[in-house]
């Protein structure tokens, strides 16, 4: 008969050389091995992490629902407009800039200067110009960002390998290609909407909170890759 080897773990049933007297899994300590196997088989139970799918899951849904949130914020004096990463990416966000909406923005910026010229007791001098009936604008061309897909998508990517326990090499390789073409969306934007060429020095832009957690949706659970600690068998 062949001498016993292992024992089994009465906490998680998982196999334990009789050298040890704690779990590597569970890390239950034994004073003596209750329950003994005559075969050899090394422990290959996972050790349970849940604090690495309490980071993960949650952020990485959370950069799904904030790419259709406020993204980015043009603004003109007191007049602004949103734009999420839905509209950005799709280019539905030129509904905004249509002829309708253009003119809400005019009379909204002609108001809010008619209020400052009235408070430091300026009198507008210029004359209102009647809407041209002649030079009617043309409708804007479909300029769209497709590739804000990505981002999203490895939000979803994130989210699924988080319930399998996020596994490190994956998971940091999703996280920074997508975090590598956010980072260009977001430093090529900037540049064009403070750009005076484009802008004439009027505008405004400003990263809202959608983006800033479609960030934290995509370094978050790659962050929790890292500090897991790495299993053994």
């Known amino acids: 008969m062949q001498a016993p080897t292992h024992w089994v ?44 799918q309490a980071v993960s899951i949650p952020t990485a849904l959370l950069g799904i629902v904030a790419f259709f949130l406020p993204w980015s914020q043009i603004s003109c004096g007191p007049v602004t407009l949103s734009f999420s990463g839905y509209e950005l ?15 809400r923005f005019e ?3 002609d108001s809010a200067l008619d209020q400052e010229l009235k408070r430091h007791g300026v009198r507008k001098t210029w004359p209102k110009q009647a809407p041209s009936q002649e030079s009617e604008r043309e409708p804007q061309t479909g300029w769209r960002l497709p590739l804000l897909w990505i981002v ?8 699924l390998l988080g319930v399998f326990g996020l596994p490190r ?8 290609v997508a975090s590598a073409y956010l980072a260009y969306f977001g430093v090529t934007t900037e540049q064009q909407a403070t750009d005076p060429q484009y802008t004439g020095g009027f505008l405004t832009q400003t990263w809202m909170w959608g983006f800033w ?5 995509l ?12 299993s053994h068998s």
């Open 9 to 52: 773990c009465p906490s998680c049933r998982a196999w334990v050389p009789l050298a040890l007297n704690q779990c590597p899994g569970c890390k239950h300590v034994h004073a003596a091995a209750p329950v003994v196997s005559h075969a050899v088989y090394p422990s290959t139970q996972p050790v349970a992490r849940p604090w690495v």
């Open 89 to 103: 990416a799709t280019g539905s966000y030129e509904e905004k800039l249509g002829h309708e909406h253009y003119d």
């Open 107 to 109: 009379r909204r910026l």
């Open 152 to 159: 999203p998508g490895a939000c979803a990517v994130l989210l």
């Open 169 to 176: 090499i994956p998971a940091l390789l999703v996280s920074l």
């Open 213 to 217: 957690s479609c960030w934290l949706g």
């Open 219 to 230: 370094v978050a659970p790659a962050v929790a890759a890292l500090l897991k600690p790495r």
